[in-house]
T-cell receptor
């Protein structure tokens, strides 16, 4: 079975300060992990993905995430927040063959960026 | 554009109407999905199609009827919907689970 928990439903930062969005996962298999971003009234856009290669993954818009197997975490970070980063962020886990193409989405974290 | 196109972008329908949502992808993916996103609720997987065959029906009411005529097109036929069915309906496609989904921009459905 697979599951994912986003530890914060809302995160608020000031522009120019670091961003940390936390995600813990559970998986019976070697998981693939993803972060997606959703701006208001838009679809979800893939930010980055981990698929058993390098544990530090770099994505678009300056985001990165580190896969930590010992902590079952895949936290999303960015050194300096921009106003355009304000959006909903989803952490996703996929067990691969055990789930026949399904992925499990977290409940989402709303990021607010203050000027 | 992400490579997954959903039409229409917005739809208002009465409870007795019949309408269809369309999703199209030209990414060469072999799996397509319908998700429902309601306000203040987690994303809900509705249907999964793999190589045109339905592999998942997540206890979705029969007033939602999917159709996948080929691996590039996916439809969601709607009839006698309820106001609580108002939501953003998202289509996604993937080549395999290791590569992630590509989502469309969604159809904002309002049932009146």
């Amino acid at each position: 079975a697979q599951s994912v928990t986003q530890l914060d439903s809302h995160v608020s930062v000031s522009e120019g300060t670091p961003v940390l969005l936390r995600c813990n996962y559970s998986s019976s298999y070697s998981p693939s992990l993803f972060w997606y971003v959703q701006h208001p009234n838009k679809g979800l856009q893939l930010l980055l993905k981990y698929t058993s290669a390098a544990t530090l993954v770099k994505g678009i818009n300056g985001f990165e995430a580190e896969f930590k197997k010992s902590e079952t975490s895949f936290h999303l970070t960015k050194p300096s927040a921009h106003m355009s980063d304000a959006a909903e962020y989803f952490c996703v886990v996929s067990d691969g063959p055990l789930n026949a193409g399904k992925s499990t989405f977290g409940d989402g974290t709303t990021l607010t960026v203050k000027p | 554009e992400t490579g997954v196109t959903q039409t229409p972008r917005h739809l208002v329908m009465g409870m007795t109407n019949k309408k269809s949502l369309k999703c199209e992808q030209h990414l060469g993916h072999n799996a397509m999905y319908w998700y429902k996103q309601s306000a203040k609720k987690p994303l809900e997987l509705m249907f999964v199609y793999n190589f045109k065959e339905q592999t998942e029906n997540n206890s979705v009411p029969s007033r939602f009827s999917p159709e996948c005529p080929n691996s590039s097109h996916l439809f969601l036929h709607l009839h006698t919907l309820q106001p609580e069915d108002s939501a953003l309906y998202l289509c996604a496609s993937s080549q395999d689970t290791g590569r992630g989904y590509t989502f469309g921009s969604g159809t904002r459905l309002t049932v009146v």
